[in-house]
């Protein structure tokens, strides 16, 4: 079985650009994360979706930055404008999350520059 | 909130050596996982253990839930088992999914 896919792998990109990172959580997996990775902050959750709804958002950094999940196969992290201070490291994980067995999964992540 | 805190920072083991990493937790946990972070980046699911003991080849970990802290045993090491080693935790006021990590245990296994 696949396991969790992102894209892209990397990401070099201009302040002001309007970034996208992409995630396919693995398959009949109902719960879904976006984590960011820094030296300074670690490893912090942004937001996750429970059945492609948003249950807890409050780590998202500020506004320029958006999550959606059309469906159960699909999320997008949007940054719009791109600041410098976002370069990191952005992991999407996936879990089963019934009762007993919330084991989340990592993807490899995207490594994300901003200059 | 809940605070994790791994020990100690940073190890250095010759290959064949055993180790103890430690993670302490301030609160009751629903869902603490550990995972090996590779030096190319990859978090690697080692054990989902709220409770208990487990073991998987030269890696075992164990949770006393009631006293806040697990710990993960490598025994033997291998170059292959260097970079950092988190932990993770779920408090039941944050639901079973919202995981905290800890500041990880960078491990370096030299031949």
């Known amino acids: 079985d696949a396991g969790v896919i992102q894209s892209p792998r990397h990401e070099v990109t201009e302040m002001g650009q309007e970034v996208t990172l992409r995630c396919k959580p693995i398959?009949?997996?109902?719960?879904l994360f976006w984590y960011r990775q820094t030296m300074m902050r670690g490893l912090e959750l942004l937001i996750y979706f429970n059945n492609n709804v948003p249950i807890d958002d409050s780590g998202m950094p500020e506004d320029r930055f958006s999550a959606k999940m059309p469906n159960a196969s699909f999320s997008t992290l949007k940054i719009q404008p791109s600041e410098p201070r976002d370069s990191a490291v952005y992991f999407c994980?996936?879990?089963?999350?019934?009762?007993?067995?919330?084991?989340?999964?990592f993807g490899p992540g995207t490594r994300l520059t901003v200059t | 909130g809940i605070q994790v805190e791994q020990s100690p920072p940073d190890l250095i083991l010759q290959e064949g050596a055993n180790s103890t990493l430690r993670c302490n937790f301030s609160d009751s946990v629903n869902n603490l996982q550990w995972f090996h972070q590779n030096p190319w980046g990859q978090l690697i699911n080692l054990f989902y253990i709220p409770s208990g003991t487990k073991q998987n080849g030269r890696l075992s970990a164990t949770t006393v839930a009631t006293e806040r802290y697990s710990l993960l045993y490598i025994s033997s090491s291998q170059t292959t088992d260097s970079g950092v080693y988190f932990c993770a935790v779920a408090a039941p006021s944050g639901g079973y999914n919202k995981l905290i990590f800890g500041a990880g245990t960078r491990l370096a296994v030299h031949p």
């Open positions: 994980a996936s879990s089963l999350s019934v009762p007993k067995n919330y084991e989340q999964y």
């Open positions: 398959s009949g997996h109902n719960s």
